[in-house]
């Protein structure tokens, strides 16, 4: 477009004129009407633009290029892909400037060009349909938030909801501070209850400890007096053992004393023997000579007496035939006879224990008797032990309760201490409340005095901004009008806007018309400038107002601030001077109740009828000794009926027993009948008859022979006898030798069982002695017991008092430590306070009653000015708008509003109240100034401005007022694309791209209006 100012982009509907804006968006912002992928054409996978433009006298390059998505084989589409490159022109070509990231080179790119997309398109594109997307909105709170968007204020509205979400995050954490604080409160006002709780539970110890150290002296007493009796215990159990083993060695001394004598006796009787011992010595030498004759005669006889054994085991085998026939029945004789005399021991025995259960009968009725004493004494003794153990838990809880009562008197007292000292500045408290309340009052009315400052200085602000704005009107005017005269001049009496001659009346007339018109300019530009003078002298009183009121009303926030803060610790004032008179009335009870015992009523009485009826139920002591004895008793008695019962199962055995022998014993006499016969044939010999005779022949021959081994055996049974005269040849030796020994050493024996006999008397005179010191050791083994569990629950009791004191310490800390804490966390939640004050201030100024008003407010009177120059150009003076920011209710109020009123002609009418083509005037109008407004706010050069099918709703007067007004700012704009389809518009601009559709896409053809065409000018081939 190099060489075009204005310049028309014509076509019919569906040709691509649109298309062609699209694709400069796109290329530079990437962001068009429509997606990314829906603007490649059909048929196509990508498409490509490659834009050239200038900013000041650099130039620049675009490419930006898309590929489309690809539809996957499962159905689904992946990720299209962008390129984009950025180049800058220089002696050599294009050099790339672009960074790595398309990101970083967007970024680059709306840093040169100084806006966004967002504001490219409100301040230098007016879309299609969008023209009048302020002035049409119905209301006032839609056309705010148009500006808002124009303006881009979203930041505003971020900041804002960021600090009401952290003004609500503060207000959450100072409510549960508070509630902290209020616990802590709690907690720290009970130090001084703790600290006496924890004396008085010092106070317990140290008595618990003295007590502890009476009961370890009181032990160790009773432990040293049973550790001696135990040693005394002990020293005569050795006693005893040195007693019996004494008396053991007297028996063996005795024995010993007695084998003494017995071996000097025997020595004596054999030295008296010594005549018989060596004639016996004599016999014994004669038998052994015999002896030796028969051996001679030893082989002959073994002959014979070889056959003779033969016949004699032969004998004898039948013998044993017969031996084992009358053995067998001996056998059974004997079981027999066996089984009558165990039937006679048995019959003794049932006697003897039939007469030892008749003297053992009575033994069970004086254990039954014995029993029921017991069980009286065992009743008796229990009801002791529970009245006693009842006893002493009725003393346990009386003492219970009028510790009890002293405790809670104590707790009372201290009570009454700590609410006498946190009643103390109750007064303080009520005169600082009403201080508060004060300041609040005050507070709201220099509140109201201060809002209604603000609107002051809302209003001299918008005075002062239209005072100014005025004036720069004027002065752009009589600029403007200065030109145009200094062109009347230049241009040797030629029209510097219609180019025709005027003559000297004409120019007369012009000079005249500019005299008049530039003295009302400057008349207007002083009383713009007064005006001016006017509004900054009141905003700055009207400011100078406000920061006193503000000073008074930090001042009176701060008093007003601890107002709950006193109401609260008022009403727990009031808590506390209630719960001190209560306390005061429970402290005078419990005194009373102490000074007449009155507590533990029944457990007095029941006390005292369980001392009644101890009185009356006996010596304790006494009955335990009875007990004992008759336990003896019944334990022997235990014992006795124990045999009882033994005899009484050994009686039905044996009774069964006997009768069993009685029935074996009718086959006695015939066993004893058949022995008889069996012995007659064993003695007669009535049987081997022949080996009988054979052997009494044989019998013969030996004694023929002389030997036989009788008289060997008579003579070896000489000689056995006779050799016993050598052992008493030796111990008559033996006797001649230790005789004078033996008699020394039972000397030697008496002497020490003498001895002995004194030791023994010595030893049985000290066990005596122990005896009678060791009665005692039953008394001190339970005083030493009552000693131990005395140390035991002093002990307990020091424990207990222990870890009552190390839990009011702990308590104590724990409130000592809410205490310093309590401090702490009220700084906090002043410093909270302050700064969720802060951030709710914070968003409201941030709001739409805030910053975003003021913004909006300044930028009110720049568009007004701006539009109703454009306004003045394009209706010969005849239309003017205006915007109200406030009207007045039928209540008589003032809201806050943004309504459009345009005068003409015909009087001042709201916006809605005009036709189509004079809406579109001012649509035009007020979107050339918001475009202005938006770019000097964006810090951008706006150099183009783009009009998008904006002649609809014209006639044909409307239209000419439209190309007139779009003349009037062409000065304005380096460049003007009007994009239209309507045939009559195309000829009234002085360049035109008519553009049409072909198969290769949109085609672009330029023309100026002088007839000369250029074809083929741009093809948009992917659009």
Known sequence: MDGLHVV????????????????????????ARIPDDDLIAQGETEMLVDLLFQLGTQQYRVVRRRQRGRTGPRGGSAVGKSLLDLQIADGAGWRPIGEGSLRETQTQIDGLLRM?????????????????????????????????????????DDLERRARERARKLNDELIGMRGVIGQLELQAAQVDQWRLLLESAEARVAEATRQQQLAEVAQQSAAEAHRHLTAQAAKRRELQAQLQSLRAAQAERERLIADRRKQIATAEALLARSDTIHAGMAELAAARTELARLEQLRDQ?????????????????????????????????????QAADRRGVLGETIAHAEQRLRELRPIHAEREQHLVEQTGLDAQLARIADLERRGFELRVQ?????????????????????????????????????????????LAQITTVVQALRDDERAAQAALAKAQADGERIRAALAKLQADRALLVAGDGICPICRSELGDHGIAELESHYDEESAALQAQGRAAAQAATESQAQLRTTRAAIKQQEQDLEMLRRTAAAAETLAAQLMQD??????????????????????????????????????????????PDELRHRRGILGERL???????????????????????????????????????????????????????DIQTEGRQLKEQIEALGYSAAAVTVVRAQIEALIRWELEERELALAERDLTGFRALLARDEELQAKDAAELARLNSEDARLEIELRGLPQVEAEARNATAALEEARRQLRVADRDRAEKLANLQRAEHDAEKLAAERAREQALAARQALFGELSEALGKKGVQAMLIETAIPQIEDEANRLLSRMTDNQMHLSFEMQRDTKKGDTVETLDIR?????????????????????????????????A????????????????GALDALGRERMVEAITSVQNDFKRIVVITHIDDLRDRFPALIEITKTPAGAAGRSADQCGMQHANSAILSGL
């Not at 982009?9 to 912002?29: E, P």
């Not at 009870?589 to 009523?601: E, F, K, V």
């Not at 005068?903 to 579109?920: I, N």
């Open 635 to 689: 334990a022997e008695l235990e014992q006795q009926v124990g045999e009882i019962q033994r005899i009484e199962g050994a009686l039905e055995t044996q009774y069964h027993d006997y009768e069993t022998l009685s029935s074996e014993l009718t086959k006695l006499p015939d066993a004893e009948a058949a022995v008889a016969a069996q012995q007659q044939i064993l003695e007669t010999n009535d049987f081997a008859h």
């Open 398 to 442: 009386i003492d219970q309760q009028r510790n009890a009562l002293q405790t809670a008197l104590d707790e009372q007292q201290r009570n009454l201490r700590r609410l006498a000292t946190q009643l103390r500045d109750a007064s303080r408290r009520r005169e600082q409340l009403a201080a508060a309340n004060t300041a609040a009052t005050e």
């Open 936 to 951: 000097r706010r964006a810090g951008a050069r706006l150099e183009t401005l783009v009009i998008d099918e904006g002649f």
């Open 301 to 337: 006889y073994d002959a014979l007496s070889a056959r003779r054994t033969e016949l004699a085991q032969q004998f004898r085998d039948m013998r044993d035939e017969q031996q084992q026939r009358l053995s067998k029945l001996q056998q059974t004789l004997a079981q027999l006879q």
């Open 8 to 31: 028309c982009l014509s076509g019919h509907n569906g040709s691509g004129k649109s298309a062609l804006l699209d694709a400069i968006t796109w290329s530079l912002w990437g962001k």
């Open 902 to 934: 345009i005068a003409d002609t015909l009087g001042t009418r709201t916006y809605d109240a005009f036709s189509g083509g004079e809406a579109m005037r001012a649509n035009f109008a007020v979107r050339v100034a918001l475009s202005r407004l938006l």
């Open 574 to 619: 009031e808590r506390w001077q209630a719960e001190h008179q209560q306390a005061e009335a429970e402290a005078a009870t419990l005194q009373a109740r102490l000074a007449a015992a009155d507590y533990a009523p029944a457990q007095q009485a029941e006390s005292l009828q369980i001392s009644t009826e101890l009185q009356k139920l006996g010596d």
């Open 116 to 156: 966004s997309y967002s504001t490219f398109v409100n301040a230098s594109f007016l879309l299609q349909g969008r023209a009048d997307e302020f002035t049409s909105r119905s209301t006032p709170a839609e056309r705010k938030q148009v500006l808002a968007e124009m303006l881009d204020l979203s930041e505003y």
